[in-house]
Nanobody
């Protein structure tokens, strides 16, 4: 079992920045990758970014490239999402997810709300 807890969400003006954190805990922490997703009201869940444990390679959805950065801290078992130049369309609940085997995302956090005002 893996538990994921997101934090760092809040209300910010357009053009501002937020840094989300995802702390992982549990019996083991042997993951293939960790990722961020988001879901806005009335919209389906959207992939945002992922980082692979081996090699640390990253992938981003086109809408956040150049603005968001996913990173990791192995010592703290924590993954971050630095969000800069935020836009109102970034408003959503952001979820952290863990992929244990590359077959899919097995565990999810409870989500943290990000609201960007214009």
């Amino acid at each position: 079992q893996v538990q994921l807890v997101e934090s760092g969400g809040g209300l910010v003006q357009a053009g501002g920045s937020l840094r989300l954190s995802c702390a992982a805990s549990g019996r083991t922490f042997r993951t293939y990758a960790m990722a961020w997703f988001r879901q806005a009201p009335g919209k389906e869940r959207e992939f945002v970014a992922t980082i692979r444990r081996r090699g640390g390679s990253t992938t981003y959805t086109d809408s956040v490239k150049g603005r968001f950065t996913i990173s990791r801290d192995y010592a703290k078992n924590t993954v971050y999402l630095q969000m800069n130049s935020l836009k109102p369309e970034d408003t959503a609940v952001y979820y952290c997810a863990c992929d244990l085997s590359s077959a899919g995302y097995d565990y999810w956090g409870q989500g943290t709300q990000v609201t960007v005002s214009s």
